[in-house]
């Protein structure tokens, strides 16, 4: 059956340019490394779509309408329908003394910025440079191979899959959310606390649900952070007595008393008495 507006789906792409087949963006890692378009941090996975709200090309979007889960499909893009034709009004030559006074280094298919426009060096020489401020697919035919991997159906994947488009990095299973009459508690896990932009995030995440949930009145966050678990306590034992070893030899014998001996009478300190004649 056909997708409809509104519909919740997880689709896989991979885009190129028809005129050099060019492949200048793709939801797949192995086509991201094969093309060499692989991108520190970036997430290769199967991005999430609601049908009809503008988050891909107009052209691309409304195709969507014709596709079917499993189906891969292609679409085309005219340039008028896609980033427009190129304008040769957006090309012009600069000097290369004005480029290095930014600290640029100029050389052929840099992109960068310069008069707070993003541009293309497309050649370099006599003292000068040739910039392009066209967008680098104006004037080109797109061509988006699709397949449409899952329709979402229940409230719960969907608030995971808008929480995981708001932050990527994090497993989407590893936030736990609870609907309460008309409040939905998010609770965020330790991954999140300290990720740049996070609070950006949560108000974006906000927002998609009052727009996709609209019978929402609020919805919090909830941040906890837990103690370090304490170290079990080791239980001491008074130390036991020691008792001699038993042995079988026999006790030895006791000693013979010997007879008291008789006292003798204690001599006499006094001195003796004489007899006068």
């Known amino acids: 059956m056909a997708l ?20 200048f963006d793709t939801t797949v890692e192995e086509t991201a490394k094969k093309e060499r378009l692989q991108k520190e941090g970036e997430i290769y996975e199967p991005k999430l779509i609601v049908v009809g ?6 052209p691309l979007d409304d195709g969507l309408l014709e596709m079917e889960v499993s189906k891969p499909a292609t679409v085309e893009i005219p340039p008028e329908k896609a980033f427009g034709p190129r304008d040769p009004e957006k090309v012009k030559q600069v000097h290369i003394k004005k480029l290095a006074e930014k600290g640029i280094n100029p050389a052929i298919g840099m992109r960068i910025e310069f008069g707070g426009k993003n541009a293309i060096i497309r050649s370099v020489g006599a003292g000068r440079a040739l910039l392009d401020f066209n967008p680098p697919l104006a004037g080109k035919t797109l061509v988006y191979d699709v397949t449409v991997n899952k329709k979402l159906e229940t409230d719960e994947e969907k608030i995971g899959a ?3 488009r708001r932050i990527p990095v994090v497993e989407e299973g590893k936030f736990k959310y609870a609907i309460t009459e008309k409040t939905l508690t998010v609770d965020m896990p330790e991954d999140t606390y300290y990720l740049e932009g996070v609070q950006i995030a949560k108000r974006g995440i906000a927002m998609d649900f009052q727009k996709f ?15 370090p678990p304490k170290p079990a306590a080791v239980e001491t034992k008074p130390p036991e007595e020691t008792k001699p070893a038993e042995t079988n030899e026999a006790p030895p014998p006791a000693a013979e008393e010997k007879p008291a001996e008789p006292a003798q009478p204690a001599e006499s300190t006094q001195p003796a008495e004489t007899t006068e004649s």
């Open 4 to 23: 409809q507006k509104g519909d919740f789906i997880l689709i896989d792409y991979t885009a190129k340019v028809k005129e050099t087949n060019e492949v």
């Open 53 to 58: 709200e503008g988050w891909l090309l107009k």
């Open 213 to 227: 949930f609209p019978d929402l009145e609020e919805t919090k966050f909830i941040d906890t952070f837990k103690a």
């Open 162 to 164: 808008l929480i995981h």
